[in-house]
């Protein structure tokens, strides 16, 4: 059974920092995408940043330049770095795992940023 366990989230003032990890169980081989999705309330989920088994990233706009996603593959873990916080990206924070030709999500971290 495949199961993704986030954790790090939390309060923090705007311009502070947070680490969301994820860590992946269940999964055997190699295995694709892994990335972070967010959903604030009110609005649609969005992807947040990406990091897939080829090793490219990708990024929201919005996160541009402030987030970095990095991720271990021996460990099927994926972290999200996110520096100088704004209240916007206040939100339910989801991982997320392609593989076996399936998506997997986790259950979500709450991030709250204060102003």
């Known amino acids: 059974q495949v199961q993704l366990v986030e954790s790090g989230g939390g309060l923090v003032q705007a311009g502070g920092s947070l680490r969301l990890s994820c860590a992946a169980s269940?999964?055997?081989?190699?295995?694709?995408?892994m990335a972070w999705y967010r959903q604030a309330p009110g609005k649609q989920r969005e992807l947040v940043a990406s990091f897939s088994s080829g090793g490219s990233t990708n990024y929201a706009d919005s996160v541009k330049g402030r987030f970095t996603i990095s991720r271990d593959n021996a460990k099927n873990t994926v972290d999200l770095l996110m520096n100088t916080l704004k209240s916007e990206d206040t939100a339910v924070y989801y991982c997320?795992?392609?593989?076996?030709?399936?998506?997997?999500w986790g259950r979500g971290t709450q991030v709250t940023v204060s102003s």
């Open positions: 997320y795992l392609w593989w076996a030709w399936r998506d997997y």
């Open positions: 269940g999964i055997t081989g190699s295995f694709g995408t």
